[in-house]
T-cell receptor, first 107, second 115 residues
Framework: QQPVQSPQAVILREGEDAVINCSSS?????VHWYRQKHGEAPVFLMI?????EQKGHEKISASFNEKKQQSSLYLTASQLSYSGTYFC????????FGTGTRLTIIP | GAVVSQHPSWVICKSGTSVKIECRSL??????MFWYRQFPKQSLMLMAT?????????EQGVEKDKFLINHASLTLSTLTVTSAHPEDSSFYIC???????????FGPGTRLLVL
């Protein structure tokens, strides 16, 4: 079953923060995060492994709660280039993509 | 890096014709390749998993006789949409797996329009 992401869509002003959530009904081994621009293939952001630490860099990071089967992506001080649709992907032998969150950053 | 290419980027064809899409891992050998389909404003849906030298594993609801997958080598997989119809129009994306501990690397996608 497809992981559910929330919110479905969000509009932010440049410099604001965002949190995107991903929730699975099944146990997770890993969570992958991707960003897709319109008409392009997804671009890998990061992978979080079971038992691993929160990953990311200064402005884009993510956490993974294995017990709750959830992951969250944190975007800090968003930039115009962050606009796109964000997908989480959960791996149970194969990658199953979440429902997606469309993020629009406006000046 | 890990680069995956797809060819063609765009294809427009008449209903009833077959279309072949190539997926290549350019700088690594892929143990496994995946084929996805994405309709407008929807998520990526896995169609099939392909391992070199063996038959592809198709997801439920995907017709294997319609979407033929050939994984000829560790760097090349092809998807052939046979007797394409307008409802097959979609964005087809392949990905390649270099190592099971890593994520998948995606190709740029092929947009198919069947008239």
């Amino acid at each position: 079953q497809q992981p559910v992401q929330s919110p479905q869509a969000v509009i932010l002003r440049e410099g604001e923060d965002a949190v995107i959530n991903c929730s699975s009904s099944k146990a997770l081994y890993s969570v992958h995060w991707y960003r897709q621009k319109h008409g392009e293939a997804p671009v890998f952001l990061m992978i979080l492994l079971k038992g691993g630490e929160q990953k990311g860099h200064e402005k884009i990071s993510a956490s993974f709660n294995e017990k709750k089967q959830q992951s969250s992506l944190y975007l800090t001080a968003s930039q115009l280039s962050y606009s796109g649709t964000y997908f989480c992907g959960t791996e149970l032998g194969k990658l199953t993509f979440g429902t997606g969150t469309r993020l629009t950053i406006i000046p | 890096g890990a680069v995956v290419s797809q060819h063609p980027s765009w294809v427009i064809c008449k209903s009833g014709t077959s279309v072949k899409i190539e997926c290549r891992s350019l700088d690594f050998q892929a143990t496994t390749m995946f084929w996805y389909r994405q309709f407008p404003k929807q998520s990526l849906m896995l169609m099939a998993t392909s391992n070199e030298g063996s038959k592809a594993t198709y997801e439920q609801g995907v017709e294997k006789d319609k979407f033929l997958i050939n994984h000829a080598s560790l760097t090349l997989s092809t998807l052939t949409v046979t007797s394409a119809h307008p409802e097959d129009s979609s964005f087809y994306i392949c990905s390649a797996l270099r190592d099971r501990r890593e994520t998948q690397y995606f190709g740029p996608g092929t947009r198919l329009l069947v008239l």
